[in-house]
């Protein structure tokens, strides 16, 4: 039994058979590829953007774009699925599956032309409205600038595809805290950014480094890909660590919320149960 499934759901019950997880992948696949596409090759020379949260959490004209042709596609292939994007995107299904999209993950460095961002596209079972009550199945991440696409269903290992080479991701050997490049993020209120530099200070002198990529669904791949050896962040969405969760798994590592449990907007943490410990005892 999986640490990460949320109390309350019985996912084996509701687990898709390997058909129909094989389809979901196919899906996520699919949406993940034509939206990477539409970003990079429609993107226009200066990218107009209005803002949401706070005026450094924005959104571009693409974000909107990509989320809406997602939205097409997914209600084409998926009709009868519920559909969750971080752009506001609401479509209540009728199946026991539900899609979470990240349209641009990493919206920053999409607007300052820096190829770290990504499409983030899972199929989950229960409800993906609810922190920590939904549990991802099948997932893609698509980094469209650089071509790496992350893939992942439950039971079929987790891969990296990039053009015609597939990698199978496995856990990388141990390694301790002090030698393990982690990864982190920092949200887009300046208290909790207070807060989370507060943490990473500390943090900072007892491991080999620190690296703030900006595009969590793809630094928690990152991690799959043994390119990070842990990442945490507080105050990831649904959308940005659910396709991602699933990769994570596959490669044979942890993903969990502070101290156990799915992740959650409180906290997501990925690597080997061992540093992610110490990561917590540190940070929180
Ligand atoms: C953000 C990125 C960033 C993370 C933020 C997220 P967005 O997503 O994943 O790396 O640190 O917490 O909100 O806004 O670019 O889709």
Redesign the pocket.
């Given at each position: 039994m999986c640490s990460s499934r949320p109390r309350g759901l019985d996912t084996d019950a509701i687990l898709p058979s390997g058909d129909e997880l094989d389809r979901l992948l196919d899906v996520a696949c699919q949406v993940a590829l034509v939206c990477g596409r539409l970003i990079v090759e429609d993107r226009p020379a200066r990218v107009e953007f209005t803002t949401k949260s706070t005026e450094v959490?924005?959104v571009t004209v693409m974000?909107r774009r990509s989320e809406e042709l997602a939205h097409a596609a997914l209600r084409r292939l998926r009709p009868d699925d519920g559909i969750v994007g971080?752009e506001g995107l609401d479509h209540r299904g009728t199946g026991p599956i539900s899609w979470l999209v990240?349209p641009?993950?990493?919206?920053?460095?999409?607007l300052y032309d820096h190829g770290h961002?990504a499409v983030s596209v899972a199929a989950v079972v229960g409800d993906p409205r609810v922190d920590g009550g939904f549990w991802p199945v099948a997932g893609a991440v698509l980094n469209p600038a650089v071509g790496d696409l992350y893939r992942a269903r439950r039971g079929g290992g987790a891969e990296l595809v990039r053009g015609d080479v597939t990698r199978l991701l496995r856990a990388t050997p141990a390694t301790g805290l002090g030698l393990s490049l982690v990864g982190?993020?920092?949200?887009?209120d300046p208290g909790t950014r207070g807060r989370q530099g507060e943490a990473v200070a500390r943090l900072l002198p007892q491991v080999r480094d620190i690296r703030?990529?900006?595009?969590?669904?793809?630094?928690l791949c990152s991690v799959a890909a043994g390119r990070l050896d842990a990442y945490y962040?507080s105050?990831?969405?649904p959308?940005?660590h659910a396709a991602a969760w699933v990769v994570v798994e596959e490669a044979g590592l942890t993903i969990r919320g502070e101290a156990g449990g799915p992740p959650t907007r409180t906290m997501t943490m990925a690597g080997r149960p061992e540093i992610l410990d110490a990561i917590a005892a540190i940070i929180v």
């Open positions: 959490d924005v974000d971080e990240d641009i993950d990493g919206t920053v460095n999409y961002y982190t993020g920092f949200g887009y703030r990529l900006g595009a969590g669904s793809l630094d962040e105050g990831l969405h959308w940005d």
